[in-house]
């Protein structure tokens, strides 16, 4: 089993800011990418941010020069440190990671999801 773990959500004025964190923890062999995804009331799923085993990173435009995302593989951890908030981002953000499971046959990597956290910023 893999678990992704995330924390560091809450409540902000516009302007503030937060760090998310992930810990990717359990059965693993390798991770690939890793990122950020949020989902807002009434609309689709969206990427953010996304960093991958070689430290490259993808932002949505909404998030560039606003958000960054970094990882530490010591840790199987990634985060994501927003600055600048707007209303627009209040969202339950969800940690995605690309992952290899030590059990898996072939080097088959899978898809997991935290169970998200919520960030809501108040304007």
């Known amino acids: 089993q893999v678990q992704l773990v995330e924390s560091g959500g809450g409540l902000v004025q516009a302007g503030g800011s937060l760090k998310l964190s992930c810990a990717a923890s359990?059965?693993?062999?390798?991770?690939?990418?890793m990122g950020w995804y949020r989902q807002a009331p009434a609309k689709e799923r969206e990427l953010v941010a996304v960093i991958t085993s070689g430290r490259e990173t993808v932002y949505a435009d909404s998030a560039k020069g606003r958000f960054t995302v970094s990882r530490d593989n010591a840790k199987n951890t990634v985060y994501l440190q927003m600055n600048s908030l707007k209303p627009e981002d209040t969202a339950i953000y969800y940690c995605?990671?690309?992952?290899?499971?030590?059990?898996?046959?072939?080097?088959?990597?899978?898809?997991?999801w935290g169970q998200g956290t919520q960030v809501t910023v108040s304007s």
């Open positions: 995605n990671a690309n992952i290899v499971p030590r059990t898996t046959i072939g080097m088959r990597a899978y898809d997991y």
């Open positions: 359990g059965n693993i062999f390798k991770i690939n990418s």
